[in-house]
């Protein structure tokens, strides 16, 4: 079973903390991980699933990307250029077409946007995450118009941004985003957090 982190925003530590025990609880449980290798939250889930001995698949838009490194860790880590022609195909037009980007010209913009897809559902297309999960305060894409997409804490974007393009995609598919800057979702996970510790250590 998978699930995808994805978040650009700078981390305090009690978040880190937080995303951490979240990422090795699930990784216990079976759970396996994708991410895009964007930002803070990306790099949290990556490495703390790693450490527990879970499944964790970054795909990033290039095969030297924000420290990822394709070719040196096949295991872990996917460069959306190395897909085949048909999977990028069908992740361009999942991704560019919802976003509401319009046409992208530029390579690096085209893979970040695109790479959204597989990051959501798998490197063939064909393996969708069950949830979200992500840290986005309330003005973290203010450059972008955002709606309420009806899950409280997340939101769709109509704008050609990566991020937002995996929660587009994520409505389109009525898969859940999880949002542990919302209240809701944060007390929701943190009690999961201390249930499975419990599980494990009267286990």
Known sequence: MWYTAIGAVSLQAEKVDVMTDLAQCLALLGWSVRTGGRGEVDDVFHKAARECGGIVKTIVPFAHYRGYDAKRFKDTTVSFDDLDEITKGRAEAASIGL???GK?????????????APILLGENMDEPSRFVITWQENNNFAELPFVDD???GSYASKA???EGAVFTLAKSREIPVFNLATPEHFDRISKFVEQTRNNVINA
């Open 104 to 116: 992208i010209n530029y390579h690096l913009q085209r893979n970040l946007l695109a790479s959204s």
């Open 150 to 152: 009806g899950i409280p």
């Open 99 to 101: 976003s509401g980007a």
């Open 160 to 162: 050609g941004h990566q």
